[in-house]
């Protein structure tokens, strides 16, 4: 029997049942997206790859092997740049042992190089000498504390940690702020870091607690328990690592541990604060990636995780940990336990939830139902259709209105604020780095009265003194006389581009930037190459640069009147017009017109674009591709803040908003941009333009129910239940009159 043959009280019903059945399946996908290992991986996806494959980076031995033999064919022994090439080509090669026996006759002869003491320090690490890479890692952190931009100070944690016996390691992870949430089995979506010493029972002395640990023979849960409270004790009488000062309380005690009673070591502060650090979860996944077989690194993936609320994750991540041979063995397991039970509470939670819903609309459905049977049966003359249509409209304008502005949060500053920090900071907050001058001068004056003019990396550090204090035309008269002499020096360069670029001397910056990147093409961690784009554009034309943004991939969406919901990066498409030089000056002298009579608009800027589209591509566009570089914000975002004047830079970290969707970001950051006199400023104001009217028309689709439709709505729901009420009563007496009839 078909569908349209049954009565429609029959089928209405079950249709509105299935589509509820179908919303509440759906939207339970919402809720718990949190709780598969598939929607973990696609939140934290670099986090996801450290703990799912874990691998050494990838080498080409036939090329690194090249490499050796041609440094050792050029030989440079009054470098010490040549030593870290030659020492770092041996470890990429597997060859620990050489580079060893190569630094340490001349580590002493350059005892203030950091690369020496950091690549002599890794050598002693993946040979198991983990007392002599600590001793010259913390060397490394001395002379520069930002080493391997800011990821060192994780390397010196573990090395810490990995000095210290099998029973230390047994109750500690690493990043020792997190031994304790690792042991707080309980505190399983957000371990936030705090002091082992907080936790710390003075009642119980380290040889008693010790004791009752040996007592402890099982491997069943309660026991694995019992050794967990036990360690987590004796991991608060250890002497916090080296590396650490003392961590905030996660609880405020009214009578503070008093450190100096416990250590003398305790009493001394150490310098860096990783679980607060903005590049932890970098900085963990780093130290695996160099570690791919150490379960105290794994270990680490798995707090990050679990710091994250990637509870998936997580597991995998202590599981891989306890194959690795972890000595947290029994805690892990606890931990596993304790993630597991929380995942299959949450999807019973889930299905309660789902099942109270569908009840509910189940119901309403049901109600509805009954109301339309009753008024077909009395066959009142009530237009159904409309009124049903309007009651659904006031109820979809309710129901939309709480559900929309989930669709529009991000269309509030505070929200992008939210959502992007860094970003944000950077936009909101412009400023270049703090310096200390009275340390930098202490440290000019140190370096003037030790030189080592054979030492390409004195030079360096004199020079990057003289940046830091703003002296930048000091630092091109150091480096000028020296740039031959040290032509492959890639630092030298970095400087001295640097240098020329603070004194607007652009193309002679971009000559040495360029010279930077071919001797080391990841400079700066992959950043240097946005420095060079940056410069290729300001030694540009004030024309030209009315025109195009530095990133040369986003100016087609600066133009694009879509560019503020579809935003894809590419190169402008050329029209050819090159090489006719007619019909470039028409437009030039059309330009120049429109611009005398003081006009703005939309015919302006297509004008600009079809002079943008006749320019050349930028020289860089040849071995970059910025746009789809995974460092793209975090390469704009650099040179702003070395940059913070510069409106080149701000309308870039306008376009990196743009490009996540963070409107109101990207509106601060054009207008900014104008502010400091931008050459793009028709373009920009075209983008706010769009960006206002687009954040208008959100705000008019999310925006609550003012108090008029609120009361309509009101009206409209209080009459259904009258009318509803007026059936039933009119249909009890009829049913009353019927019954009184058969009984006559």
């Known amino acids: 029997m078909r569908l349209k043959h049954l009565p429609r009280n029959v089928w209405l019903p079950f249709l509105l049942l299935l589509v509820a059945v179908c919303f509440v399946v759906t939207a339970h996908a919402c809720i718990w997206d949190g709780d598969t290992l598939a929607d973990d991986i696609k939140k934290s996806p670099k986090l996801a790859d450290a703990i799912l494959n874990p691998r050494p980076p990838q080498v080409d031995r036939a090329k690194l092997t090249a490499r050796l033999n041609e440094l050792l064919g050029d030989r440079k022994e009054n470098d010490p740049e040549w030593w870290n090439n030659v020492a770092g080509t041996y470890l990429r090669l597997g060859q620990e042992e050489e580079a060893v026996k190569l630094l340490e006759p001349v580590v002493s002869r350059f005892e203030n190089n950091y690369g020496i003491h950091a690549n002599l320090g890794t050598a002693y690490h993946l040979l198991g000498r983990y007392a002599e890479a600590e001793k010259h890692i913390a060397r490394d952190l001395e002379l520069n504390p930002d080493a391997h931009f800011g990821l060192e100070k994780y390397h010196l944690a573990l090395l810490q940690y990995l000095t210290k016996s099998k029973d230390y390691q047994a109750r500690h992870v690493y990043v020792d702020e997190f031994t304790a949430p690792l042991f707080d089995i309980p505190d399983i979506n957000q371990p936030q870091p705090y002091a082992l010493s907080y936790v710390r029972d003075t009642n119980q002395s380290p040889v008693q607690l010790t004791a009752a640990l040996q007592v402890i023979k099982g491997n069943s849960r309660a026991d694995q328990e019992a050794k967990a409270r036990l360690l987590l004790k004796l991991a608060a009488w250890d002497d916090p690592p080296a590396y650490a000062p003392e961590p905030k309380p996660r609880y405020v005690s009214p009578a503070p541990y008093d450190v100096s009673k416990h250590s003398a070591a305790e009493a001394a502060r150490g310098k860096f604060e990783l679980a607060e650090d903005e590049k932890f979860q970098e900085g963990v996944i780093y130290m695996a990636m160099l570690n791919p077989d150490e379960p105290a690194c794994m270990t680490m993936l798995g707090m990050a995780a679990l710091k994250s609320g990637d509870l998936n994750l997580a597991q995998k991540a202590f599981e891989k940990a ?406 039933a009563i009119m249909l009890g007496r009829k049913l009353w009159r019927k019954a009184q009839l058969a009984g006559q």
């Open 322 to 727: 306890i194959t690795m041979g972890s000595p947290m063995k029994d805690v892990l397991e606890l931990k596993i336990l304790k993630i597991q039970t929380h995942i299959q509470e949450s999807k019973a939670v889930s299905t309660k939830i789902k099942w109270f819903i569908l009840t509910v609309i189940g119901v309403l459905c049901i109600g509805l139902w009954i109301l339309v049977v009753i008024v077909k049966k009395l066959k009142r003359k009530v237009n159904l259709k409309q009124t049903a249509s309007a009651m659904m409209l006031v109820l979809f304008w309710q129901c939309a209105s709480p559900v929309h502005a989930c669709i529009w949060d991000g269309d509030t500053l505070e929200d992008d604020v939210r959502k992007n920090p860094t970003l944000a900071d950077a936009i909101l907050n412009p400023k270049p780095p703090q310096v200390d001058r009275t340390k930098l001068m202490a440290r000019l004056s140190e370096l003037s009265g030790d030189r080592k003019e054979n030492d390409p990396e004195w030079w360096n550090n004199v020079a990057g003194t003289y940046l830091r204090l703003g002296q930048a035309a000091e630092a091109v008269k150091l480096l000028e006389p020296v740039v031959s002499r040290f032509e492959n020096n890639y630092g030298i360069h970095a400087n001295l581009g640097t240098a020329y670029h603070l004194l607007g001397r652009y193309a002679e910056a971009e000559k040495h930037i360029a010279r930077d990147l071919e001797l080391n093409p990841d400079a700066h961690f992959g950043l240097e190459k946005f420095h060079l784009a940056l410069l290729q554009y300001l030694a540009k034309p004030k024309e030209y640069q009315s025109r195009h943004l530095y990133v040369d991939e986003f100016t087609e969406v600066v133009f694009d009147k879509y560019g503020v919901v579809r935003i894809r990066p590419m190169p402008l498409e050329r029209s050819g017009m090159s090489g006719a030089s007619a019909p470039i000056a028409e437009l030039e002298a059309e330009l120049q017109a429109m611009i005398k009579k003081g006009e703005s608009g939309e015919k302006l800027v297509a004008l600009l674009q079809q002079l943008a589209m006749t320019d050349e591509l930028p020289a860089y566009a040849a071995k970059y591709d910025l746009a789809k570089d995974p460092k793209f914000q975090e390469g704009v975002i650099y040179m702003a803040t070395l940059n913070p004047k510069e409106p080149a830079c701000m309308a870039m970290l306008g376009m990196a908003a743009l490009y996540n969707q963070d409107l109101n970001l990207a509106k601060k950051a054009f207008e900014r941009a104008i502010a400091m006199g931008s050459p793009m400023e028709p373009v920009l104001k075209f983008k706010i333009e769009q960006i206002v009217e687009h954040l208008k028309e959100a705000d008019g689709r999310s925006s609550p129910p003012d108090a008029i439709s609120v009361l309509l709505a009101i009206g409209v729901m209080g009459l259904a239940g009258i009318i509803f009420l007026i059936a």
